[in-house]
Nanobody, 121 residues
Framework: QVRFVESGGGSVQAGASLTLSCVVSGGTFSTSTMGWLRQPPGKERESVVLSYPFGTTTYGDSVKGRFTISRDNAKNTVYLRMNNLQPEDTAVYYC???????????????WGQGTQVTVSS
């Protein structure tokens, strides 16, 4: 029943910034884990960041210090601020709710259709 509408992707040069947005309908947003996944071309989907409902946030090693997640429970919206984008950040980015990650693999959860981010040198 959960639906996601992601937006904010685009094509930028290295060093630029983008902010992704995700509006969520259905489910219990304020008590759910929210986050962002991404899938680079030819590679597996990977976790970018997870924001747990009690305030804990976990970032992937490659984005620490550059990306920041935030959430607005009143608007059922989650954001991803991406600074100093690099070519290796090129991927389709997905908003996710309650993902299950085991042994480094994303084996469950819900996510949207994604938004493309392309970073050139």
């Amino acid at each position: 029943q959960v639906r996601f509408v992601e937006s904010g992707g685009g094509s930028v040069q290295a060093g630029a910034s983008l902010t992704l947005s995700c509006v969520v309908s259905g489910g219990t947003f304020s008590t759910s884990t929210m986050g962002w996944l991404r899938q680079p071309p030819g590679k597996e989907r990977e976790s970018v960041v997870l924001s747990y409902p009690f305030g804990t946030t976990t970032y992937g090693d490659s984005v620490k210090g550059r990306f920041t997640i935030s959430r607005d429970n009143a608007k059922n919206t989650v954001y991803l601020r991406m600074n100093n984008l690099q070519p290796e950040d090129t991927a389709v980015y997905y908003c996710t709710q309650d993902p299950t990650i085991l042994g480094g693999r994303i084996i469950g959860g819900s996510w949207g259709q994604g938004t493309q981010v392309t970073v050139s040198s």
